[in-house]
């Protein structure tokens, strides 16, 4: 439709105030997370928990990034519910279990107002970032026009504050702003500084704004915790950067050591880009080498983002066995397809590159150990159901 708004629609994410903290990362992604399991679920999930219980070990003034709320997700670290471990109240308990396994994230092309709509009617609300003075609701700013909710920036300023797109109106008043954007149209965004903002804590973002819909992720697949039983990874700090060998195909492995009798179900890793082929092997004699490999799933990604891959046919692997997943990933107009762990940030604490065993390959014949050779862990993660 040429309007859609989830306060009508019945799909809005409750408002909330990230007060004095530099946590909008964390109250986008999180409320992006809401939005998409409503209006059948409705939940309350913790930004403090994610802010401060995830493996950056940063204060909750430090910012953040849609990367650091994929990696404590996707690693299960939470989401955990607000009456666990309620906001700013100076306590983060320990131990406490997700309530939800996010296991799909799709991340939309950069200024693609289609299918950034697609996903707002479809899936859920689109975690994405603009450029702001405001800090909250009292602010003022020369971009932001109070008295109808509306916001447009044209400048150069890179964009420091994740919101949630919740809807749009092609028709929205280019009048409406305090400078005019070149043409009508704007999408709902839900705030987190509280309901005393905007339209209870709604605002409009003009379609021609510098930076909203540059970065679009849609948590596309959120399920119960009792999806898989354990998860093998070594990648906490989630997707830093990347690797391969100047060619679209690399091949990235990781081997485990099983816990307990257990069927090997689904894989999880990133697409780097659009447009990504993979093909997913099991190994049962990874000490072997890599050649005597099972084909498990192969199939064709659109968009970049996470995906995790059920398996047809599971793998029985047993207690204290050593076990290997291999990805071969193609992905189109890439040089270094794999996405992998590293120190790509000082400010963000120290990685850990210890936990991992993990290869890389050019043929898929010869691999090369990633944590002495290149520092780094290769993102490839592997969900498991326990043998009664």
Known sequence: PAAYDYRKAGRAPGIEDQQN??????????????????????????????SLKNSFHMGQNAGGDYLMSLAYLLSWQGPVTEEADPYNDGI??????PVKHVQEVRILPENDREAIKRA???????QSALYTSLE?????????????????????AEPNHDTVIVGWDDQYPKENFTITPPG???????????????????FYVSYYDANIGKTNLVYSRIDNPDNYD?????????????????EETAYGANVYE????????????????????????????????????????????????????DFETPI??????????????????????????????????????????????YDGIHFERTETAMECNICLKAYTRRIP
């Open 136 to 156: 909250n609701s009292d602010s003022e700013s020369q971009y932001y026009q109070k008295d109808k909710a509306a916001y447009y920036y044209d400048g150069q």
């Open 21 to 50: 903290l530099g946590t909008c990362w964390a109250f986008a992604s999180l409320g992006a997370a809401e939005s998409a399991l409503l209006p059948q679920e409705s939940w309350d999930f913790s930004e403090d928990h994610m």
């Open 316 to 361: 029985k692997i047993e207690a204290g066995e050593r076990f290997g997943l291999v990805l071969k990933i193609t992905t189109k107009g890439s040089i270094q397809p794999v996405a992998i762990e590293y120190q790509a940030d000082e400010k963000k604490g120290t990685v850990d590159i210890t936990d991992g065993e993990g290869y890389l390959s």
């Open 92 to 97: 983060s308990p320990d131990n406490l279990m």
């Open 120 to 126: 707002v009617y479809g899936t859920g609300g689109v």
């Open 258 to 309: 099983a816990w307990e009798n257990e069927w090997l179900c689904a894989a999880g890793f990133y697409a780097t880009g659009p447009e990504t082929e993979y093909e997913i092997y099991g190994v049962l004699s990874p000490d072997e080498g890599f050649s005597d490999r099972t084909l498990l799933a192969k199939g064709t990604l659109q968009e970049m983002g996470y995906y995790t891959i």
């Open 184 to 202: 009508d149209g704007a999408f709902l965004c839900a705030g987190s500084w509280g309901e005393e903002f905007g339209e209870d804590g709604y």
């Open 230 to 246: 354990r998860i093998y990874q070594t990648d906490l700090w989630g997707w830093c950067g990347q690797a391969g060998y100047g």
